[in-house]
């Protein structure tokens, strides 16, 4: 009877034992049990940024060429430390990327257009700062590189006490979309030539060359000056 009554008292123990520790879990989630949910992220253009068109080429394809998007690298930060990178290229009409985040989290995303992947630049809990001052794109023929990979753009928000805020967003349960709007990191110069002079025959140029195009571009210049 003994027996019965301590083993009784057992599995009491082990059943209140195993009720308490469900609640602490209920309390105090684990981090990995916190719920994420996937949103897209549409990469478009800024069209009416008028001031920072660039095109290498001329008619009908000067448009096309100054609008299009083939790749994006999509910095995504939580509590101003870097946590994924995203790399993305043309599928289509248009750039999408799957993006994940815990419900309830707002995060900020930064992203760079027509630079190839950069994914591998930045390791994971690099901050804000750091990835501002730091991030830059290089060129050894400009001419040729802009012209195969595209008008090198950037995606960063807004420009708020001497720093671009981001792009923020806070992920619900029910997922959904945000828009990316890049803007070009190169400036249009349209060259006019005045033959109204010339007495006899006609000049057309062949070809033109801009002396100083740069080989370097801080993206985000403003914030590390």
Same mark, same amino acid.
């Not at 009416?48 to 660039?54: H, I, L, N």
């Not at 930060?77 to 989290?105: P, W």
């Not at 990979?149 to 959904?176: K, L, Y």
């Given at each position: 009877?003994?027996?019965?009554?301590?083993?009784?008292?057992?599995?009491?123990?082990?059943?209140?034992?195993?009720?308490?520790? @469900?609640?602490?879990?209920?309390?105090?989630?684990?981090?990995?049990?916190?719920?994420?949910?996937?949103?897209?992220? &549409?990469?478009?253009?800024?069209?009416?940024?008028?001031?920072?068109?660039?095109?290498?080429?001329?008619?009908?394809?000067?448009?096309?060429?100054?609008?299009?998007?083939?790749?994006?690298?999509?910095?995504?930060?939580?509590?101003?430390?870097?946590?994924?990178?995203?790399?993305?290229?043309?599928?289509?009409? @248009?750039?999408?990327?799957?993006?994940?985040?815990?419900?309830?989290?707002? %995060?900020?995303? %930064?992203?760079?257009?027509?630079?190839?992947?950069?994914?591998?630049?930045?390791?994971?809990?690099?901050?804000?700062?750091?990835?501002?001052? !730091?991030?830059? &794109?290089?060129?050894?023929?400009?001419?040729?590189?802009?012209?195969?990979?595209?008008?090198?753009?950037?995606?960063?928000?807004?420009?708020?006490?001497?720093?671009?805020?981001?792009?923020?967003?806070?992920?619900?349960?029910? !997922?959904?979309?945000?828009?990316?709007?890049?803007?070009?990191?190169?400036?249009?110069?349209?060259?006019?030539?005045?033959?109204?002079?010339?007495?006899?025959?006609?000049?057309?140029?062949?070809?033109?060359?801009?002396?100083?195009?740069?080989?370097?571009?801080?993206?985000?210049?403003?914030? @590390?000056?």
């Amino acid at each position: 009877m003994k027996s019965l009554t301590q083993l009784k008292f057992i599995f009491a123990s082990l059943a209140a034992m195993v009720f308490w520790q @469900s609640c602490m879990r209920e309390e105090n989630p684990d981090k990995d049990s916190i719920a994420q949910v996937s949103m897209k992220a &549409i990469a478009d253009v800024d069209i009416m940024d008028s001031a920072t068109r660039s095109s290498i080429v001329s008619g009908s394809e000067s448009s096309a060429f100054e609008q299009r998007l083939n790749n994006i690298t999509l910095f995504q930060f939580q509590d101003g430390e870097l946590c994924e990178t995203y790399y993305a290229t043309r599928n289509g009409g @248009s750039i999408q990327v799957n993006v994940r985040g815990d419900i309830g989290m707002t %995060y900020t995303f %930064y992203s760079i257009g027509n630079n190839g992947n950069m994914s591998g630049l930045f390791p994971d809990g690099t901050s804000i700062s750091d990835f501002l001052s !730091g991030i830059q &794109i290089r060129y050894s023929d400009p001419t040729t590189e802009i012209a195969n990979g595209g008008i090198p753009m950037f995606c960063a928000g807004e420009f708020v006490n001497d720093r671009f805020s981001g792009i923020p967003v806070t992920f619900s349960e029910t !997922g959904g979309t945000f828009n990316l709007n890049f803007t070009r990191l190169t400036a249009r110069y349209d060259l006019v030539l005045d033959t109204s002079g010339l007495k006899y025959g006609s000049f057309i140029p062949s070809s033109l060359v801009l002396a100083q195009s740069p080989k370097v571009v801080y993206p985000f210049w403003w914030y @590390s000056s």
